[in-house]
């Protein structure tokens, strides 16, 4: 039986805004309009090349995993939009707590880029120091990241700051009940959070469309939550509402909570076969609606975007890809004693009594040392 993934065309409030539409052209929009007002032509382009670049990450992550160079991926394709919007709306000192798909986020903040593969390769239970850049590594219990996120932000309440902390998560996870817990506990002590949702139409095979039969940013009416919902495809309207989201928490306002509506053009993760859910005629509606293409048609209409640019920007991509291969290739493989490093942040004499153990245990066969044993 086809099951479509639906999409709500929203209530009173909640219509998806555009700024761009999926023909290039640029919409006005009073709401959002103020948000992006500083945005020149070449602002734009910096932004195209943000997407440009992560779809190439992406593209070529894709392609380690088919070679079996890593374990696993999951794909952004089509979701660029949305993680470059909002990403770069946020200040350095605003924190960010992402699930396992927000690869473009995490690029944005300046994760390097053998650290943004090194978890999927198996070579680490970690990518990346969280604090040097104001990032957590990324979430795989769905929606957790929500409750990470809103304590986070009470801490920054606390503080008497002005920072924001912002939790990504997509529409799977609002069945989740983390979700509806952290979406009590900022409502109630009015915490600077944003709760960012990018609706890409499946939770691996279930659609968005049975999981909730009002748009998802309506929700959060109901948590005493101020939403928007926004085309998540549109790079600008995106960067607007983070924006919006942002002012209030930082004057103050408390939680906001926005829907990007976007698609996973892709398969879930590279584990996943879209082809048997989904029909091939909704991902070619949705080609159509590329986030990429439509900026691009945008800023060649202008005349900021030409050949010689275009070209610069994806050797620009190729090199980055490059970058991430050798990066992938050259990880070298951990030692069997690593299993016991940053378990506790401080000693324990439980764990350090396994790894004597362990130790004693591998040295025992004969010939070589433990590591060759292994």
């Known amino acids: 039986m086809k099951r479509n993934g639906g999409d709500h065309s929203g209530g009173p ?62 794909p952004l394709l089509g979701q660029e939009a949305a993680q470059i919007g909002s990403a770069r709306a946020l200040r350095t000192d605003d924190f960010v707590f992402s699930s396992y798909r ?47 996120a809103t304590g986070y932000a009470l801490g920054i309440q606390q503080d008497g700051a002005d920072s924001a902390a912002i939790a ?21 002590f009015q915490v600077p959070v944003i709760f960012f949702c990018q609706n890409n139409h499946w939770a691996i095979s279930e659609p968005a469309g049975l999981q909730s039969h009002i748009p998802l940013a309506g929700r959060a009416a109901g948590f005493g939550i101020p939403s928007l919902r926004v085309d998540g495809n549109d790079v600008l309207a995106v960067l607007a509402a983070t924006r919006w989201a942002l002012a209030r928490a930082r004057a103050g306002g408390g939680p906001s909570f926005i829907e990007a509506v976007t698609y996973r053009m892709g398969p879930h993760t590279t584990a996943d076969d879209p082809t048997r859910y989904r029909d091939a ?35 620009k ?15 070298a493989d951990p030692g069997p004693e690593a299993v016991f490093a940053h378990v506790y942040s401080t000693p324990n004499s439980w764990l350090e009594r396994q ?17 060759e044993n292994i």
């Not at 006005?28 to 103020?34: N, S, T």
């Not at 439509?294 to 610069?312: H, I, K, N």
């Not at 790894?355 to 590591?371: I, P, V």
């Open 102 to 148: 927000e690869n473009g986020v995490a690029y944005c903040r300046g994760v390097d880029l053998t650290d943004l593969i090194r978890v999927w390769r198996g070579n680490a239970s970690s990518g990346w120091d969280p604090y040097e850049i104001n990032m957590a590594t990324p979430q795989i219990i769905i929606g957790a990241q929500t409750l990470h």
């Open 13 to 74: 409030g909640l219509e998806t805004i555009q700024l761009i539409t999926e023909h290039g052209t640029r919409v006005e929009h009073p709401e959002l309009d103020p948000w992006v007002e500083d945005v020149r032509d070449e602002d734009l382009v910096k932004l195209y090349e943000d997407m440009v670049v992560i779809r190439r990450i992406d593209i070529e992550a894709t392609a380690l995993q088919r070679q079996g160079e890593l374990a696993l991926w999951p």
């Open 317 to 331: 991509a190729d090199d980055v890809a490059r970058e991430l291969r050798a990066g992938c290739l050259g990880l």
């Open 281 to 315: 005629n909704e991902l070619e509606d949705w080609r159509a609606k590329d986030p990429i293409a439509r900026l691009a048609t945008l800023l060649e209409s202008r005349g900021v975007l030409d050949a010689a640019r275009e070209e610069a920007i994806a050797a």
């Open 168 to 188: 990504y998560f997509g529409d799977g996870a609002t069945s989740e009940g983390d979700v509806s817990e952290a979406l009590v506990f900022a409502a109630s």
């Open 355 to 371: 790894a004597g153990n362990y130790g004693r245990y591998l040295a025992g066969f004969a010939g070589g040392s433990a590591e």
